[in-house]
């Protein structure tokens, strides 16, 4: 599994990913809406800490930069 998330792309997935927990708290939205952004924080959080996200193989998309040897 090679990286393709650079830095910044992992920076802004971590702070979109604190948005739907605090609107959960603060009673903002509930119900199935609020378990779909769940879902979709979970998954921002864990190819944030891996910096691999399966979608952008798919696609082709690479954020991260090469290193050239």
Do not use: H, Q, W
């Amino acid at each position: 599994m090679t990286k393709n998330m650079g830095i910044p792309d992992r920076i802004t997935r971590v702070i979109l990913a604190t948005i739907p927990p605090v609107l959960i708290y603060n009673d903002i939205i509930s119900g199935v809406f609020a378990m779909v952004l769940l879902g979709i924080t979970g998954f921002f959080l864990i190819t944030s800490l891996f910096g691999f996200c399966p979608f952008y193989t798919f696609f082709g998309i690479r954020t991260k930069k090469k290193i050239e040897d």
